[in-house]
């Protein structure tokens, strides 16, 4: 598990054939651990095992494109479901949340990918997902985590505006840029100037959509 989780890190940060590649030994290394972490007989190991697969197999099939990554894509939104029969909301709030809030952001690229009104169901999920991490995720208690996830939120109702089908794009597109910037209030430029600038910056890009198409 551990090792998945510094290939999978070492596989982000590289980028290109090669990060793939690590991406899937960090797969690869997940899969054999959850051979020892069964779910009857570590069902915390493995819960936890069963997320961290589901982010590299999103990162993964981001990588990949096309019907494969697609398929794994499918894959991550398995994972993810699957460790939430163990970190419920009752048992394991935070655990869970944390898995609601991968388990949307695996929603949203499948979403994206497929299109069409398949897509935009999966969409709809995914806004659950986030809606639901909130939940435990509040302002108040974890405010980074907070952040995250409304931005996250944001991102995905961009997503639905793009896609277009069974939503009002504008208010999609209003509702993304309240989260975005709701957002903010969490990434403290001084300590979080990625986050802070990459928040900022879809931030900016969806306020350009509404400019250029709800006028």
């Keep these: 598990n551990n090792l998945g989780n510094a290939l999978g890190a ?6 290109g ?10 797969v690869a290394a997940y899969r054999a651990a959850l051979r020892v972490w069964t ?14 697969l589901g982010n590299a197999l999103r990162a993964q099939g981001a990588r990949l494109g096309g019907e494969a990554g697609a398929a794994l894509l499918g894959e991550a939104v398995a994972a993810h479901r699957a460790a939430l029969r163990v970190r419920t909301e009752a048992a394991h709030p935070v655990a869970w ?15 994206e990918r497929l299109g069409g009104e398949a897509g935009a169901a999966l969409l709809g ?20 985590d907070w952040a995250m996830t409304t931005g996250n ?3 995905v109702h961009a997503a639905q505006a793009e896609n277009g089908a069974g939503v009002d794009g504008c208010a999609a597109l209003r509702e993304a840029a309240a989260c975005i910037e ?8 001084a300590h979080m100037p990625f986050n802070h600038a ?15 198409e709800c006028a």
Excluded: C, Y
């Excluded at 054939?17 to 960090?26: D, H, Q």
């Design 153 to 155: 939120l944001g991102l």
């Design 182 to 189: 709701a957002a903010l209030r969490g990434f403290d430029p």
């Design 97 to 111: 949340a944390t898995t609601q809030n991968n388990l949307g952001n695996a929603l949203r690229a499948q979403g």
């Design 17 to 26: 054939e090669a990060g793939a590649a690590l991406l899937g030994e960090a």
């Design 39 to 52: 779910e009857a007989a570590h069902p915390v190991a493995w819960a936890m095992t069963q997320n961290n």
């Design 10 to 15: 070492q596989g982000e940060r590289l980028g």
């Design 198 to 212: 990459k928040a900022a910056a879809s931030l900016a890009r969806v306020r350009d959509r509404i400019a250029r």
């Design 125 to 144: 999920e995914a806004v659950a997902a986030f809606r639901a991490a909130l939940r435990v995720r509040t302002e108040a208690a974890h405010p980074v």
